[in-house]
């Protein structure tokens, strides 16, 4: 079975606040137990968190080898503040405060570095991504501080612009990605960063009733065009969920999303070896050792 290479261990896919709120005094260990038991049965042995600022994906780690499962966690994602990305991590004003972020993700032996350069689609319109995305230079300063110091770069970034300006300054991984254009793909195809869709928290959301299925349908379409001009490309493209996002369960949406691949790729040859390749390299990048000289399992 492949791994899952965005997850968020402290969402459930129910209730955002309801699942914080569990974690809010401290982590609750049995709620993630029981995640990382239903990764166990479904035989999903790799796990690549997106952070949170409660310690619930730290917590996680620490007791994944006892499910099998290699768990990689940046600790918390970093975001500018005023920006997106309160959720999961914590926030900088200027580069130095960004850096003493990074430090700490080193301190607390964290795998990755996670970043967030915008905002998220906006269901409730037409899907325009919410708040103002970073600037080129911001970018480029970040991916640099966090490879300076021994981190690979995963980062949560939408539009054709903003997606090409992580890819073009360096970024390892590229999470979401909705609204690339050609251009933007072509960058992502030669500069050798691995991108992971997460269809399924679009696709999932079709007869939710929590927003328009026009809107939906339409954003479902966008993303199958790019996910196949991204082969025709020869983007490395790794399954990834999202899961713990709304109606996107833990394993459940593994197996969610690799359904939209094969619904949409049906014709693209040796797809399961173009996963597995990309998950390799999702696992050779995002180790731990490369910033603290410490073995890692499955480094």
């Not at 993630?32 to 166990?40: C, F, G, I, S």
């Not at 990605?177 to 696709?203: R, Y």
């Not at 328009?212 to 996910?227: F, G, P």
């Amino acid at each position: 079975m492949y791994g899952e290479c965005h997850g968020h261990i402290f969402m459930d896919g129910v209730n955002y606040c309801q699942a914080s709120a569990l974690h809010a005094c401290g982590v609750n260990q049995e709620d993630v137990r029981r995640k990382l038991e239903a990764y166990q049965k479904l035989g999903i042995s790799f796990f690549r968190d997106g952070g949170d600022a409660l310690g619930v994906s730290e917590y996680a780690r620490s007791i994944a080898p006892e499910y099998g499962i290699d768990y990689r966690t940046p600790i918390y994602a970093i975001h500018k503040n005023g920006h997106y990305g309160k959720i999961v991590g914590f926030g900088f004003d200027d580069l130095k405060e960004y850096h003493r972020l990074v430090l700490g993700v080193k301190a607390r032996q964290g795998d990755f570095i996670k970043v967030m350069f915008s905002g998220i689609m906006d269901f409730k319109t037409d899907g325009r991504i919410t708040g103002i995305p970073l600037e080129r230079e911001e970018i480029r300063e970040m991916i640099h501080i966090a490879h300076e110091e021994g981190f690979a770069v995963m980062a949560h970034v939408n539009g054709a612009r903003t997606v090409q300006a992580a890819v073009e300054c360096g970024v390892d991984s590229v999470e979401h990605g909705n609204f690339m254009d050609e251009e933007c793909l072509q960058a992502l195809a030669e500069n050798q960063a691995v991108w992971v869709p997460t269809l399924v928290t679009v696709s999932n959301l079709l007869g939710s009733g929590r927003f328009r299925d026009q809107v939906i349908e339409q954003l479902q379409r966008q993303q199958e065009r790019s996910l196949r001009s991204a082969f025709r490309k020869g983007v490395k493209v790794a399954l990834g969920s999202d899961a713990g996002a709304f109606r996107v369960l833990h394993g459940q949406g593994l197996l969610d999303e690799y359904r939209q691949f094969q619904r949409i790729l049906k014709d693209v040859p040796d797809l399961e070896k173009e996963l597995a390749g990309a998950e390799a390299e999702i696992r050779s990048r995002f180790c731990r050792s490369q910033a603290s000289g410490n073995s890692f399992p499955g480094c």
